[in-house]
């Protein structure tokens, strides 16, 4: 089976975001094929606003995947995730994985940029790396999905709009 790799720029807001906040919405996802396989996920902070160690560590980022681009997680950097179940099962829920920066795995040492692997959705602040074993398929658009994240652990944290970009490892 082959592998692709799969580079993403999500839009954030340019304003200050608190922890449970939606940090991103909707981001189109191109897959190499209709059905592929998750096989890696990280991300990396390109933010220079801030010192390191100030915003750049212990933060958790919950990322979804959904076949179709209906529904919104909510407003991003504006208050709680408020998309509803029906909501998730219209966009259709493929799951979701962590991805996780913390001063005890030793990546503070960098500075600047952050990165972040990716884990399991159920281990927070986990020392492994181990991503969830999701299919991801394309919706009504061909060999597309969409993913959105919601900025669980980090706190007042500000970025310019394209600061993080997504790595998406897939086997199709």
């Not at 500075?111 to 299919?135: K, R, Y």
């Amino acid at each position: 089976m082959p592998f692709d790799i799969i580079t993403v720029t999500p839009t954030l807001a340019t304003t200050a975001y608190a922890d449970n906040e939606v940090l991103f919405t909707s981001t189109e996802v191109k897959l190499p094929h209709s059905k592929c396989q998750l096989v890696s996920l990280s991300a990396i902070f390109t933010d220079t606003d801030t010192a390191a160690g100030s915003e750049q560590n212990d933060r958790e980022v919950i990322v979804m995947f959904f076949k179709e681009n209906t529904h919104q997680l909510g407003a991003i950097a504006n208050g709680n995730v408020s998309i509803t179940g029906a909501q998730i099962a219209a966009n259709v829920s493929l799951g979701a994985a962590r991805l996780v920066n913390n001063t005890s795995s030793g990546e503070d040492s960098l500075g600047i940029p952050a990165i972040f692997e990716g884990q399991s959705i159920n281990d927070p602040a986990a020392s492994t790396t181990d991503v969830p074993n999701l299919v991801l398929a394309e919706g009504s658009t061909k060999n597309t999905c969409y993913i959105q994240g919601v900025y669980e652990v980090g706190g007042d944290d500000t970025y310019e709009a394209s600061d993080l970009v997504i790595t998406i490892g897939v086997k199709y």
